[in-house]
């Protein structure tokens, strides 16, 4: 087949971008070479909207040993262990097949994670839907919630926390964010970096199928009525091999054969082959005959554009072939040796004894394009004039039931309990606190995890937004006792090409980066989802950000459950009413303009460090942070689950018991404390608000 | 006291029961589905997780391993074999408990923490057990278990009930069945009362940090009971 510009255009490629192909290449590309080209430069793959941006991030720190770049992050956690943890969208797929879809999310990102070396150790997701009104949300959560447990309770990886929420913005597009945490020694860290010229490039795993072809291409585009036709696009799921791909690379990696390691993941064995090449900075020479098919008579360009799951590709040392194709056997996988490292720079594709392709690898990665895309700026919206007589007829009471039952705030106790949460032995706190914490295994350390994000707020104000998200997830996990390290991130926004949709990706990460850098919290890995919309209608920005910390004592972890009663109840943090974008501005007062809370840094760090110092020195029994909801809804969490109740004193309130109770403020947390502490305690937070159980 | 625990492609708590049993003072060797003979033991484990990845049925293929001939026998020769959630599918696929298990009545996987009435104590699992109701913690989407009206009453009849589904005061009723088994049945034994098949975890209630100690309850009386 003949390629010409309309070909490149139906692959997704715009008019320059083929131009600048040809003229890399100096000719006209096959329809294998055009294959590949789209499936790099495509914006799931080449990040070509954000990379501008993405290097502004805050990405260093004491205690990162790998930030983005690679499969996943790594950062310290001290006794030679590390851990390795990454967060990715899979929102395209999952709401065209919303089964398949969150599944192959959840095997895609635990592949990232166990490709460097080390063993998931729990998983978390953040899943957005439409209204709860729509009639697809119903099937959709349910498919995707299948999808989730079926692929990680199969793989023995507990889920151990996670986001679900529920706004008109998702109707045509939910959000499928998974993310998975690995340990692993510090010294057996594995990298996709090829080295060595003539090494032999290995195929493991599943075989080679049709499914999952032009899969990143279909996720870097928005949606339209044709969307049912794109269901060949969404990858199948196996579980079952994933496990046995997972006991079979651990153990290679025990020994000494491999030399870089890469899954196969958007763009499958196109962009596995490609950067292991690119970041060695080597060729790579493939016989696409020897690549183990399921399907006959595929074709080059299939066996490149296959999003087949469950394969990796390895550059093993020469001589090694044998000692790895013996533990694969044993796993009953597939192992072929495909092809070899070359110093030519060139990919370069054999096939029936033809070449089939061969470029350059870095006009493939280094050439791909770049764009700076315009942006607007958006500005902060005017505070809303609320009438205090609207206060006045609100009853608390009902006005408390109406958001505990509302479908962002009630329990997902539904949810949590299709994942298999305890497998592993080590979980220590499960769904439904601040954060899900995980032991490390045979030692007192744990690992503090949570996912979070705040579209309503991002959607008023960007650079707030992003700030809030980054804070939300830092106040998670102090709240059970653990010290922020660091976190991952995943961008999810409408199209780029709109000025308003990439002005608020913009803010959004200049709002993460101020904070992460403020709070020594650095982004180590993260991926970008772009084109979350359909028919012209975006999602409300919806950065998500998940948060890692370590408890170095696990018995000192907190829980949010009310412990004793007598106990006194403290408020660490200022309340000012802040009600604009408030759940009780949306819900109650039917209000949706106005700025998002105030994220002030400072605070947030110095609140923070005080109830991790306050925990340090055993004083907390519980904790808790104010988020949604406000300080009631706050409570009201902690009473249901310590099965306790609260009387409050009398406050001496500065501003409206509604505007107290409801207000949205940051940098606040809740924590009883015994009443024999009190003084104590006081001195070191030097605060007041006090409220009695 | 000497255990193993059998691993089979895609079982995913053969670790957890290792450190379970080593935990409370047994000798525990890990043995690969493909191996012909058993280590010498006072008892064996079919662990949880999903074998051969539940395709087909749950347990079916797993129950047709090569060591599963040696656990049939061993079983056969009175040995004390324990199959937990999966290794329960495994163990009724093998024939060695009567009975099937459904997916369960809701259609949705479950994980949470369940109470299990003991009734027959006069066997080397239960025997000398000091409570009558254990929580335990389950974390399966087959565990409804399902027989004839004659087998039922042939286990009836020979006391093959090892735990019920009930709640904290012992009481067994439908509100309280996690997933539609008859009878609210988590476990049996076979007629001989030395294999046991089971759907809850004891391995994940072995410390106080984590959904509750009374797995530690029924290891600990375990291996005393085998002494």
Redo the contacts between chains.
């Keep these: 087949m003949l390629v010409d510009e309309k070909i490149a255009i139906e692959h997704g490629l715009k008019t320059d971008e083929y131009k600048k192909i040809c003229k890399l290449l100096k000719r006209t590309p096959n329809i294998t070479e055009l294959g590949i080209f789209s499936a790099m430069w495509n914006e799931h793959c080449s990040y070509k909207s954000s990379r501008i941006h993405l290097k502004k991030l805050h990405t260093k720190g004491k205690k990162v040993i790998q930030g983005p770049g690679e499969n996943a992050g790594v950062i310290d956690i001290e006794d030679g262990d590390a851990i390795v943890f990454k967060i990715e969208s899979h929102n395209h797929p999952s709401f065209i097949e919303p089964y398949q879809g969150a599944a192959t999310g959840v095997g895609g990102i635990m592949r990232d994670v166990f490709t460097m070396g080390a063993r998931p150790i729990a998983n978390l997701n953040s899943i957005h839907f439409g209204s709860t009104q729509n009639k697809k949300t119903k099937n959709l959560l349910r498919g995707v919630v299948h999808g989730i447990g079926g692929y990680g309770n199969c793989m023995g990886v507990p889920t151990i926390a996670g986001q679900t929420s529920f706004d008109r913005s998702y109707n045509g597009n939910i959000l499928v964010n998974a993310m998975t945490l690995g340990l692993v020694k510090k010294d057996k860290i594995f990298y996709s970096k090829a080295a060595g010229l003539n090494k032999p490039v290995i195929y493991v795993g599943s075989k080679t199928g049709r499914d999952g072809i032009h899969g990143a291409s279909m996720a870097s585009a928005s949606f339209d009525e044709k969307i049912e036709e794109k269901k060949p696009t969404v990858q199948v799921g196996d579980p079952f091999t994933e496990k046995l791909l997972l006991e079979a690379c651990l153990e290679l990696m025990s020994g000494d054969s491999i030399i870089a390691i890469q899954d196969m993941g958007a763009a499958g064995l196109t962009s596995s082959s490609i950067e292991m090449a690119s970041k060695g900075n080597l060729g790579i020479e493939i016989n696409l005959n020897k690549v183990p098919c399921r399907e006959t008579k595929m074709t080059p360009y299939e066996i490149m554009l296959s999003e087949s799951q469950e394969r990796m590709l390895i550059v093993l040392e020469s001589g090694k072939e044998e000692i790895a194709k013996k533990i694969f056997d044993k796993w009953n996988l597939d192992f072929a040796v495909i092809g070899k490292t070359t110093n030519t720079k060139n990919i370069e594709l054999f096939f029936d004894n033809k070449q089939v392709a061969n470029i350059p690898v870095n006009t493939l990665v280094e050439n791909s394009p770049m764009y700076d895309r315009k942006w607007k700026k958006s500005k902060l919206p005017k505070k809303n004039k609320i009438d205090k007589t609207i206060f006045k007829n609100l009853k608390i009471k009902d006005t408390l039931k109406k958001i505990l039952s509302s479908p962002n705030v009630c329990s997902k106790e539904w949810i949590w309990q299709q994942y298999d949460h305890t497998v592993m032995g080590d979980t220590i706190q499960k769904p439904g606190g601040d954060s899900g914490v995980v032991r490390v295994h045979k030692t007192d350390k744990a690992i503090a995890a949570t996912v979070d994000s705040s579209a309503t707020y991002c959607w008023a104000h960007p650079l707030t937004g992003g700030k809030q998200v980054v804070c939300e997830t830092w106040r998670n996990l102090i709240s059970v006792g653990a010290k922020p390290i660091a976190v991952t991130n995943c961008l999810n926004f409408g199209s780029p090409e709109k000025e308003e949709n990439m002005g608020e990706f913009v803010e959004c990460v200049q709002g993460i980066s101020e904070a992460c850098k403020y709070l020594d919290y650095p982004v180590v890995s993260g991926n970008v989802s772009f084109y979350n919309e359909t028919k012209d209608i975006g999602i409300k920005p919806t950065p998500t950000i998940g948060g890692v910390g370590l408890i170095k004592d696990y018995k000192k972890m907190i829980t949010m459950n009310f412990k004793e009663i007598e106990n006194i109840v403290l408020v660490i943090g200022k309340t000012e009413g802040h009600i604009d974008q408030s759940l009780l501005s949306r819900l109650i007062l039917n209000e949706n303009n106005g700025p998002p809370p105030e994220v002030n840094l400072f605070n947030e760090k110095n609140n923070g460090l005080t109830l991790l110092n306050l925990i340090e020195k055993n004083f907390i029994k519980s904790a808790h942070d104010v988020s949604l909801g406000g300080i009631i809804t706050a409570i009201s969490k902690m009473c249901i689950q310590g099965n306790k109740g609260i009387q409050f004193k009398k406050p001496k309130f500065l501003i409206n018991e509604i505007e107290y109770f409801f207000a949205e403020d940051q940098g606040r947390y809740l924590i009883e404390i015994n009443p024999k502490d009190f003084k104590e305690v006081s001195k070191i937070l030097d605060k007041k608000s006090l409220i009695k159980i | 006291m000497k255990s193993s625990v059998i691993t089979f492609?895609?079982s995913?708590?053969d670790?957890?029961m290792d450190?379970?049993l080593t935990k409370f003072g047994f000798k525990n060797k890990m043995v690969w589905h493909n191996d012909q003979e058993l280590p010498k033991s006072d008892l064996i484990v079919l662990p949880?997780?999903?074998s051969?990845?539940?395709?087909l049925r749950c347990g079916s293929m797993a129950s047709k391993s090569k060591i599963m001939n040696s656990v049939i026998n061993f079983a056969k020769s009175g040995g004390l074999v324990m199959g937990i959630c999966n290794g329960f599918q495994i163990l009724v696929e093998a024939g060695l408990v009567p009975g099937v298990l459904l997916r369960n009545k809701y259609l949705?996987?479950?994980?949470?923490n369940v109470h299990v009435k003991v009734d027959n104590k006069e066997n080397t699992f239960f025997k000398n057990l000091d409570k009558k109701v254990l929580e335990f913690?389950i974390?399966h989407?087959e565990g409804n278990y399902f027989c004839t009206n004659d087998q039922l009453k042939e286990i009836e009849d020979n006391n093959q009930i090892a735990i019920y589904y009930c709640d904290l005061n012992g009481n067994t009723n439908d509100q309280i069945n996690p997933n539609g088994s008859i009878k609210n049945i988590a476990g049996i034994f076979n007629k001989e009362k030395n294999v046991l098949g089971m759907m809850p975890?004891p391995?994940?209630m072995?410390d106080e940090?984590?959904?509750g100690e009374d797995g530690s309850i029924f290891f600990k009386n375990l291996l005393n009971n085998i002494k």
Excluded: T
């Excluded at chain 2, 051969?52 to 395709?55: F, L, P």
């Excluded at chain 2, 949705?108 to 949470?112: P, S």
């Design positions: 492609p895609g995913n708590c670790r957890d450190v379970a949880g997780g999903f051969y990845g539940d395709y949705q996987f479950i994980c949470k913690h974390a989407n975890h391995e994940r072995i940090s984590l959904s």
